[in-house]
């Protein structure tokens, strides 16, 4: 079974500061780790994804994410913090052992960002 | 090209009814699957329909049931409601059959009375 942990649910940061969202995930195999943002009264949209090939992801927006295996860790960061970054954030975790499109979510980020 | 277009958005029902929410995927995508997302238990899966063929199915009472269409059109149905089933529930559709990356609706958000 997986399982992802994000740490913090809610994180606060000022404009240009850097933005640093943890997920730790469990998966008895190699997984693939998404990160997901939704913005207020919308759906999710999708960051960045691993899928086992480079270990830094680069996403849309300037984020990126490591994936670092002996720490089972997938961290989203951000050098510098926009204000129109405030939203929740979501690491998944899929198999990819051709499981089709089911993720598991962790408990979600909600970023917030002060002028 | 179109998003993923979920009907209805908002919509009231008393414990007992039965609802049936719409998803219409980004065109070209066969891949369905269905979320609900509330604010104690965060988003959990539901169900992934490919090809008209229900692929996963997350851990829902039997009242939850959906189906897809050779359209890839989806709907999904909550028989005899209960409280607990208020929610947001978004679709989302996919290209492939596991890529992954999904692209997701707005959500039908549900609240039952």
């Known amino acids: 079974a997986q399982s992802v942990t994000q740490l913090g649910s809610h994180v606060s940061v000022s404009e240009g500061a850097l933005v640093l969202l943890r997920c730790n995930y469990s998966?008895?195999?190699?997984?693939?780790l998404f990160w997901y943002v939704q913005y207020p009264n919308q759906g999710l949209q999708l960051l960045l994804k691993?899928?086992?090939?480079?270990?830094l992801v680069k996403g849309i927006n300037g984020f990126e994410a490591e994936f670092k295996k002996s720490e089972t860790s997938f961290h989203l960061t951000k050098p510098s913090a926009h204000m129109s970054d405030a939203a929740e954030y979501f690491c998944?975790?899929?198999?990819?052992?051709?499981?089709?499109?089911?993720?598991?979510f962790g408990g979600g980020t909600r970023l917030m960002v002060k002028p | 090209k179109a998003g993923v277009t979920q009907t209805p958005r908002y919509l009231i029902k008393t414990r007992g009814q039965q609802v049936t929410l719409s998803c219409s995927p980004i065109s070209g995508h066969r891949s369905v699957s269905w979320y609900q997302q509330t604010p104690g238990q965060g988003l959990q899966f539901l169900f992934e329909?490919?090809?008209?063929?229900?692929?996963n199915k997350g851990n829902f009472p039997g009242r939850f049931s959906g189906r897809q269409f050779s359209n890839s059109r989806s709907e999904m149905n909550v028989s005899t409601l209960e409280l607990g089933d208020s929610a947001l529930y978004l679709c989302?559709?996919?290209?492939?059959?596991?890529?992954?990356?999904?692209?997701f609706g707005e959500g039908s958000r549900l609240t039952v009375l």
């Open positions: 329909y490919f090809s008209e063929t229900q692929r």
């Open positions: 998966s008895s195999v190699p997984p693939y």
């Open positions: 691993y899928t086992s090939a480079a270990t």
């Open positions: 989302a559709s996919a290209q492939g059959r596991a890529t992954g990356e999904l692209f």
């Open positions: 998944a975790v899929s198999p990819n052992n051709n499981a089709g499109n089911m993720l598991t």
